[in-house]
């Protein structure tokens, strides 16, 4: 017969493995919610320098330590609830904009490279230095229905809001057809120059923001690889070496643009 202390002994084993069970599977559950709640939200805009996200949510050991040294408490990390993967940092324009600190504090201490400093840096003699106007963190768009400007009203708050004014967001100056006397001053984003700090989102005067960041793979297209910009060499030698590239002659294309333009455009194809 089985001793009692052997019998005690191993009932306590079995209890603490179906336990260990229970507990393993209800933490896979808890997580899997987590990640579903997760994907349900693609409205993120990350730090500066943050890799594209797949790259980026496999790098970011959820530290903190990026949202420790941002001085002005823009980052926060998802906790749950906030439909954002759990731990990771973000920000939201319209609470505290990312205020494009000269050094970026945030980057040089992230541990696993999941912010990267060399897209937001530039060589200068011969040495790396952050640059923060190289941050893309996402892009700022005009809700042209919403913004005041377009109504007439004149309201520049988001360019002059803008720390690359003239560069990232400009104003377009259009005659108003309504009044025959007076001018809209449209504000225009370059996407080429949008740090998407979100301090214009901050300094909008309408209830809800009329311009907004948004992440670039939600508010930009793709044209395709198979379109080529003819007027760009370093674009055009994506055709160089092409087998059975045809490149199609008419009597327009023949001639000068100065010859088109001076004939009034009638020349037959």
Known sequence: ME???ARTQRRKFITLMAQSVGLSALGGMVWTGYVVEAKATPLLLRPPGAKEEDDFLKLC????QCAEACPYDTLLLATPGDQKPLGTPYFIPRS???YMCVDIPCVPVCPTGALDAKPISRIENGVRVLDIEKARMGLAVVDMESCIAHWGIQCDACYRA???MDSAISLEYRRNERTGKHAYLIPVVSSAACTGCGMC???CVTEKPAIFVRPHTLVQGDVGRHYIKGWDT???RRVEGIEGLETTTTNRSKRSPQEYLNEGGL???
């Open 61 to 64: 050991i959820r530290c903190g």
């Open 234 to 236: 370093t674009d055009e």
């Open 3 to 5: 001793p009692t202390q």
């Open 201 to 203: 989102e901050r300094a």
């Open 96 to 98: 505290i904009p990312c």
């Open 162 to 164: 803008c720390p690359v």
């Open 267 to 269: 020349l037959d194809d």
